[in-house]
């Protein structure tokens, strides 16, 4: 089962990093959305698959009764999506507002930081 | 809930022994720093008091770190569990000499940003959240380097970076927005592969806790796929730490925010990177370092001599710092490379002499820029005359980050080439040494455009601008205090670096010969 | 610890550093005649070294230590004994008189105080290396005194030219220490030894190694920097920028001989080898015939002096470097004597500039009436520089000569060298000490007079010293030459120095030939500086100018490889950070043969393959979205697709959170493409969008691969197992997800809750924050505003 989870964790990944690399801040916002999700799928693969079983004590007993799903990467994989969330909103206001200022979306665009045409360094003495 | 008839050992569960109370210092900088940063939020609106009480609980902070570094070198390597639960289970804190020096000293900055901020922050500043960012940054600054468990590292850096977003972004001006984008996405791919890493080291070794892991590694050998997720790991924290060719995100953003942030940064965060390096491979898989060796002497040379170069080529100060950090992390990373006890002491000691100068340097080039008007070399110029405190400061720090004697940089360079002499690695002595030049020939560059040299570039010779030849006040106590604080530290150390150098070699004998970090976790079972 | 043992070599050493602190303080008291009390620190120095010689000479030494950074095995230990002493009293001895100088020179000048300050550090620094016994310890003021030196050199920082000089002086002495300190390393990690004294008694135990040629280069770079040996020798013209009393301290008599002093001192460890016999001489040689000949050509007094200087460097390296027992003595007497005659000289040509201001030999003449002290001392000075009797430069040349004649081809060859160079040497002693005072009066742009004693004490006590080393020439044999021809040699010796030769041989003859060829180049200095002008001319290039070009060089290299490197472009960031993340997948997967094998058909129900299907086609939809909503919808389609894959194995909490946060995301997407007006469509060119697909691909096939590879390995559940066991027996809770959350791993929870918080923090900050020119701004429009209204009432 993990093997073929594998795949569709690869495509997610392969599909992320494509939308990364784009120029435009909104497709990589999207890129960003896209690459937390797979990184949740990673941690949980990673954790061994059980199908259904959720892990939860049954009212009647003090421990769980036969296999139960990995609860530990499901703990982590919580922790992870609400953090890039909050990441994943923050960029969203940040990208909102360097649009604002910047007046683009394109990042090839974007050189206030690192202007382009950039003299030479001072020589002499 | 039933009553139980299902009888259950505590003993096998939790930790039994009462937590003496020294202990309580591990926890204690995240304590103070998180009911500070509660505390400056609260008074939002009252900016004049979110100064002091920043203040007052960095100093506490510096205090608590004081402690618990006295505390460690009296008594060793010290774990405190979340909840009490055993270890592996629980979340652990592990604290030695390597993560309490590098905690005290990281405090000792942050005191210093925070009282050189009263000056640098306006009002609107501090009213959206200069200080409690800056002691959430300090959260998650001390939380990395205390804690004992790999995902709890991973989230003390989300707190980290987080805060360093508030901080890069505050002032909202053009270009900080724009540093702000480079620098977000960069380093949300850097923690990002950090967390892929880890859910990946789970799944081979089933285990979340730094001496568990350095235990089943030490046991199993780190073959097959564990030496992937270990160079994705060493990928994910080159990145943290600005390492060739990763260190896009520097650059591009370091010399856009407020100085005050500027120095923090340059001081504190490449260093959480360098560290979380020095514990993964060190203590964690020291197999991989092995292996890996060669590739991390690659890219520590790599980044030293680019680090140096980009210094070289640039007319704008805080952009010039910005690549000496880099090439900082060069050096530190060589003593990875080499492994030995020595060359990881070196390369402890560089970091905290590189956390207290750079952080002052760009500190003085905030002072340099209130003098001079600007931060580019071109339009600088006759500082020496109008500041000599200043210049002072500047020559001492510049020879300091130079690793000229008798400041602190000389002694982690000595250690270093040291190591590296005998232990064959030529390359990298010689690429250290280079590194020093070059960087004295770039900041030697600054002080003859900025301070000696008589006005702003074309200037006529042996002529002063008239504006700079009366000597002048620049800033009160909130600007010197700090840079005082630090540069006295640097001088310190340079001059009697005892100290330094015992606790230098404790942290790295505790990475060489783990044993004293596992048996404070596990308890004297291992052997 | 008595005041005169050796023990107090320790405050002899830090007493200058002492001095450095409170000299600003005593010249704003007393202004120039803070000189006089400034100079009883290096007179007392001086006077305690002189204490220590009778000892020092009967062949004792002392090692005074001190533990420094005992974990390191570095101690603030120092050497005394012959060579050092020597070293000593000479640096202690002309700097009493520079600091007097100093007083007189710098006059009114407004940073007279931190001259003297830096002075003192540099003769402190200079002592510490001369005594320094700890290598690390030695380095370390070998360093400073490079830096002491950048400071006076660029004490007149207003001129471009003295900027240059010290920028150059620091970097090829600093690069030369750099090679040092590899030097004295390799020396500790070959031998054990860490300190001179002990590795002085070793013996061979330097010269058996196998890295020994290794040791000997990187000790020579330090040495061959530091003294200006070819072709390292330009900085050293170039540092006549600093004022004069610096020329003459440093650059003439103690910084510039610290190469010198090293080489001496290591010879009994480094010395009398093939590779020592042979390099030394070579370079000393050419060192003493470009030294002479650059200085043939210029008028300027100072860089005639420090050309000749130059040239001295190189005869005494010529000599160490030949290890003959009888050569060492003429070095070692030439070094006394060059130090007297050459600081005084320098204090003479300073005198003159300051008085009748200029240095420019050919437009000087005459001045003996007005300034008779210095014209004496020049000529006295002079006459010593030429090897004229009764100074002790005429008893140096001759034990010099004494030592290089001989049969062999070396020794004639070292010989001729040595009788051209000195010939040219005289040549020079004539043109500073007789040019200027000599004939018809000129006029000079300052009304030229005798200074005041300030000025002429220090030319007059050096070549009286001159003199009377000479005349108690057996005197100065026993106390000072022998014992620093044992130091040098590595055993005891005994020279016997007369100033009256006891015959007329070799040395003698040569020593005449000396001075006759150099009287006659003197008459025809005209014809022969212009022919060395010309050449040079010729030449048009040497390694001053290649500084300069390597320099600029580097820089804006530096320019053009950053701009490449950190072009400015996102885009090409993130291209260049997913290669490399590709490559770190890829590369060891494959290296460590780690691809997983066979991938089993896995056994899938029909809603599983569905739901997998789903989230696949979301992504790719993401992917080709060309409107908004195309790309709203797929990000939410992939979401819930994940959120129902997490509900349909086990993870109900997680599958809720998906399906919330998913929403959230999707609703705030949504708001901010609007806002902006955001198309989601890609513009990228062919090119790039193939070279970033095969990246992403690589990813993600590596990470697919990676995790297939470690979920076929068998799983260690001890940590479920724990939390199963104890999640509600101990920690009371049924959704042991849930307990985990905010028990086991509680502490990661609560850095999530803070992460959220900081999230909501930094939203704020950004929104809410004007950026400053916006404020301004928005001030000015309000000002404008109220100005029109203001207006606009006044007119109604």
Same mark, same amino acid.
């Given at each position: 089962?993990?093997a073929?989870?594998a795949?569709?964790?690869?495509m997610?990944?392969t ?6 690399m784009?120029?435009q801040?909104?497709?990589v ?20 698959l ?17 296999t139960?799903?990995?609860p ?17 909103a ?36 | ?12 569960a ?9 202990d309580w ?16 939020l609260?008074a ?74 009263i000056?640098?922050?306006d ?29 709890n590292?991973y ?43 880890t ?33 994705l ?56 370092? *092995? !292996?890996? &060796? ?5 890219? #520590?040379?790599a980044? =030293?001599l +680019? %680090?140096?170069?980009? @210094?070289? /080529? ?9 690549y *000496? !950090?880099i &090439?900082?992390i060069?050096?530190?990373? #060589?003593?990875?490379? =080499?492994? +030995? %006890?020595?060359?990881? @002491?070196? /390369? ?28 580019s ?22 020879f ?15 250690l ?6 005998r ?11 280079l ?83 596992l ?9 | ?13 830090l007493?200058?550093?002492?001095a450095?602190?409170?000299?600003p ?17 290096p ?8 204490g220590l010689?009778?000892?020092?000479a ?14 390191y095995?570095v101690?603030?230990s120092?050497?005394v ?13 002309i ?25 003192f ?11 320094g ?18 400071l ?11 900027r ?53 280069l ?33 650059h ?85 004597a060059?130090?007297l ?6 204090m ?16 000087l ?17 002079a ?20 030592g ?20 040219l ?18 006029e ?48 005891a ?5 007369h ?20 009287i ?54 993130m ?38 299907a ?29 959120a ?8 109900p ?23 902006l ?49 104890y ?16 028990d086991?791993r509680g ?18 900050a ?13 001030l ?12 606009g009432?006044?007119?109604?």
């Amino acid at each position: 089962m993990e093997a073929a989870f594998a795949i569709l964790i690869g495509m997610f990944f392969t599909v992320a990093v494509y939308l990364l690399m784009s120029r435009q801040l909104v497709r990589v916002l999207l890129g960003i959305a896209i690459l937390g999700n797979a990184v949740n799928l990673l941690i949980f693969t990673s954790g061994r698959l059980l199908r259904e079983v959720p892990p939860v004590i049954p009212e009647a007993l003090q421990v769980p009764e036969g296999t139960i799903a990995n609860p530990l990467p499901q703990a982590l994989i919580l922790t992870a999506i609400v953090i890039s969330f909050s990441f994943f909103a923050f960029l969203l206001v940040l990208s909102f507002r360097a649009y604002q200022e910047l007046g683009t979306d394109n990042t090839v665009e974007m050189r206030v930081a690192e202007p382009t045409g950039e003299t030479a360094p001072p020589q002499g003495y | 809930m039933a009553a139980s008839d299902y009888s259950v050992d505590l003993s096998q569960a939790m930790r039994m022994d009462a937590v003496p109370p020294g202990d309580w210092l591990m926890i204690a900088p995240l304590v103070i720093t998180i009911l500070g940063g509660a505390l400056c939020l609260m008074a939002r609106k009252n900016t004049d008091s979110q100064p002091k009480i920043a203040i007052i609980f960095l100093t506490l902070l510096v205090l608590a770190c004081a402690g618990l570094l006295a505390r460690v070198l009296d008594k060793g390597v010290l774990t405190m569990v979340a909840g009490n639960w055993l270890p592996p289970f629980g979340i652990a804190f592990t604290v030695d000499a390597m993560g309490a020096t590098l905690a005290l000293t990281s405090s000792i900055v942050a005191l210093a940003a925070a009282v050189f901020g009263i000056n640098d922050i306006d009002s609107s500043g501090r009213r959206y959240g200069f200080y409690p960012f800056l002691l959430l940054l300090m959260t998650g600054v001390c939380g990395a380097f205390l804690t004992g468990d790999i995902f709890n590292l991973y989230v003390w850096f989300e707190v980290l970076l987080i805060s360093s977003f508030g901080l890069l972004v505050l002032g909202n001006e053009r270009a900080q927005l724009d540093g702000a984008v480079k620098y977000a996405l960069l380093n949300i791919i850097a923690t990002t592969l950090f967390l892929i890493a880890t859910g990946l080291l789970y799944g081979i070794l089933g285990t979340l806790n730094m001496a568990d892991i350095a235990r089943k590694t030490a046991s199993s050998g780190v073959d097959g796929p564990l030496m992937t997720v270990a160079v994705l790991y060493f990928l994910a924290f080159a990145m943290k730490a600005a390492a060739f060719p990763v260190n896009f995100w520097l650059p591009a953003s370091y010399h856009t925010p407020r100085i005050v942030v500027a120095a923090v940064f340059a001081g504190l965060l490449t260093k959480v990177g360098v560290y979380a390096l020095l514990r993964i491979f060190g203590l964690l898989m020291p197999e991989a370092r *092995l !292996v890996l &060796s060669d590739l991390i002497a690659v890219v #520590a040379i790599a980044t =030293m001599l +680019t %680090g140096v170069i980009g @210094a070289l /080529a640039q007319t704008d100060l805080r952009r010039l710092l910005g690549y *000496l !950090v880099i &090439s900082g992390i060069g050096s530190m990373l #060589a003593g990875l490379a =080499m492994g +030995t %006890g020595p060359a990881m @002491a070196g /390369a402890i000691f560089y970091a905290v002499h590189s956390i207290l100068v750079m952080t002052a340097l760009y500190m003085t080039a905030g002072v340099m820029r209130g003098l001079g008007g600007s931060y580019s070399l071109r339009e600088l110029g006759g500082l020496y005359r109008a500041s000599p405190l200043l210049a002072a400061a500047f020559l001492m720090l510049a020879f300091a980050v130079s690793g000229l004697p008798p400041f602190s940089g000389f002694w982690p360079k000595v250690l270093l080439v040291d190591a590296a002499l005998r232990d064959g690695h030529g390359w990298i002595a010689g690429a250290i040494l280079l590194t020093g030049l070059l960087t004295t020939i770039a900041v030697g560059r600054v002080w003859i455009y900025a301070f000696w040299r008589g006005g702003a570039e074309g200037t006529a010779d042996g002529q002063l601008t008239a504006s700079l030849a009366v000597p002048r006040e620049v800033g009160g106590a909130a600007v010197w205090m700090p840079i005082a604080l630090l540069l006295g530290l640097v001088v310190i150390i340079g001059l009697q670096p005892e100290f330094m150098m015992q606790v230098a070699q404790r942290g790295a004998s505790t990475l060489v010969e783990p044993l004293g970090y596992l048996r404070s976790v596990f308890g004297d079972i291992v052997q | 610890m008595s005041i005169t043992g050796p023990e107090a070599t320790f405050a002899a050493v830090l007493a200058p550093f002492a001095a450095a602190a409170i000299a600003p303080f005593a010249t704003r008291l007393l202004g120039a005649n803070a000189a006089w009390p400034l100079a009883v620190v290096p007179a007392a120095i001086f006077l305690f070294f002189a204490g220590l010689v009778p000892d020092v000479a009967g062949g004792a030494s002392f090692t005074p230590a001190v533990d420094w950074v005992p974990a390191y095995g570095v101690s603030f230990s120092f050497y005394v004994d012959g060579l050092s002493t020597l070293f000593a009293l000479l640096i202690s001895g002309i700097g009493t008189f520079i600091i007097l100088y100093a007083g007189g020179y710098l006059k009114g000048h407004p940073h007279q105080g931190r001259f003297f300050s830096f002075l003192f550090l540099f003769m402190g620094a200079m002592l510490g290396l001369v005594l320094g016994n700890d290598l690390i310890t030695l380095f370390i003021f070998w360093e400073l005194t490079s830096i002491t030196s950048f400071l006076l050199i660029g004490f007149d920082h207003l001129r471009a030219a003295s900027r240059r000089a010290a920028l150059q002086a620091l970097v090829v002495t600093g690069g030369g220490g750099l090679l040092l300190l590899a030097g004295f390393l390799m020396i500790i990690a070959l031998t054990g030894v860490t300190d001179m004294a002990t590795l002085l008694a070793g013996g061979d135990i330097l010269r058996e190694q196998a890295l020994y040629p290794l040791v000997l280069l990187l000790v020579l770079g330090g040495a061959f920097t530091k003294s200006a040996q070819f072709p390292f020798h330009f900085w050293l013209p170039n540092a006549m920028e600093a004022p004069t009393p610096v020329s003459a301290f440093l650059h003439s008599a103690t910084m510039v001989k610290a190469g010198v002093y090293l080489l001496m001192r290591m010879h009994p460890v480094l010395g009398d080898t093939a590779m020592w016999t042979t390099i030394l001489p070579i370079f000393g040689g050419i060192t003493l015939l470009v030294g002479t000949l650059l200085a043939v050509r210029q008028t300027d007094l100072k860089l005639m002096l420090a050309y000749t200087t130059v040239a001295s460097l190189g005869l005494l390296v010529m000599l160490t470097g030949t290890s003959w027992e009888k050569a060492i003595e003429g070095a070692v007497l030439y070094l006394l004597a060059h130090s007297l005659f050459k600081g005084a000289l320098f204090m003479v040509a300073g005198t003159i500039d300051h008085e009748a201001g200029t240095r420019d030999v050919t437009k000087l003449g005459g001045l003996r009436g007005a300034m008779p002290i210095t014209f004496a001392a020049a000529c006295l000075a002079a006459l010593s520089m030429s090897g004229l009797p009764p100074f002790v430069g005429f008893i140096a040349k001759e034990y010099l000569y004494a030592g290089t004649w001989g049969a062999t081809g070396a020794h004639q060859a070292v010989t001729a060298v040595a009788l051209i160079g000195n010939a040219l040497m005289l040549v020079i002693a004539a043109a500073v000490a007789l040019k200027p005072f000599l004939g018809p009066k000129v006029e000079t742009p300052k009304h030229a007079h005798e200074g005041p004693v300030l000025l002429f004490a220090g030319p007059v006590a050096l070549s009286l010293a001159g003199l009377a080393a000479a005349v108690m020439a057996h005197a100065t044999g026993v106390y000072f030459i022998s014992p620093v021809v044992s130091s040098v040699l590595g055993t005891a010796t005994e020279v016997e120095v007369h100033l009256i030769p006891g015959y007329i041989g070799a040395a003698l003859i040569l020593s005449m030939v000396t001075v006759a060829l150099g009287i006659v180049l003197y008459l025809k200095l005209d014809a022969l500086r212009a022919a060395m002008a010309r050449t040079l001319a010729a030449i048009g290039w040497g390694p001053d100018k290649g500084f300069d070009q390597v320099i600029a060089g580097i820089v804006s290299f530096s320019g053009s490889f950053t701009r490449l490197v950190q072009g400015g472009r996102m885009d090409v960031y993130m291209t260049l950070t997913f290669l490399v993340t590709a490559l770190a997948l890829l590369v060891p997967l494959t290296l460590t043969g780690n691809w997983p094998s066979a991938v089993p058909m896995p056994d899938f129900r029909f809603y599983e393959w569905g739901i997998l299907a789903i989230a696949a086609s979301g992504l790719f939809a993401v992917l080709v979205a060309k409107t908004r909503l195309t790309a709203i919808v797929s990000l939410g389609i992939q979401g819930f697709a994940v959120a129902v894959i997490f509900m349909l194995f086990g993870a109900p909490d997680l599958s809720f959170t998906q399906f919330m946060v998913e929403t959230l995301s999707v609703v705030i997407l949504a708001l901010v493409m609007t806002r902006l007006n955001l198309r989601p469509s890609d513009h990228r060119p062919m090119l790039p969008r193939i070279v970033q697909g095969t990246i992403a691909l690589g990813v993600g096939v590596g990470l697919a691969g990676l995790l297939m590879r470690i979920t076929e390995l068998s799983f260690d559940r001890s940590l479920s197992d724990f939390f199963e066991a104890y999640s509600r027996t101990i920690a009371h809770g049924r959704n042991i997800v849930n307990v985990i959350l905010v028990d086991f791993r509680g502490f990661d929870t609560f850095g999530e809750i803070a992460v959220v918080m900081l999230a909501g923090l930094c939203v704020l900050a950004l929104i809410r924050v004007r950026p400053k020119h916006a404020r301004e701004e928005a001030l000015d429009r309000a000002a404008g505003d109220e100005a029109l209204q203001k207006s606009g009432e006044a007119r109604l």
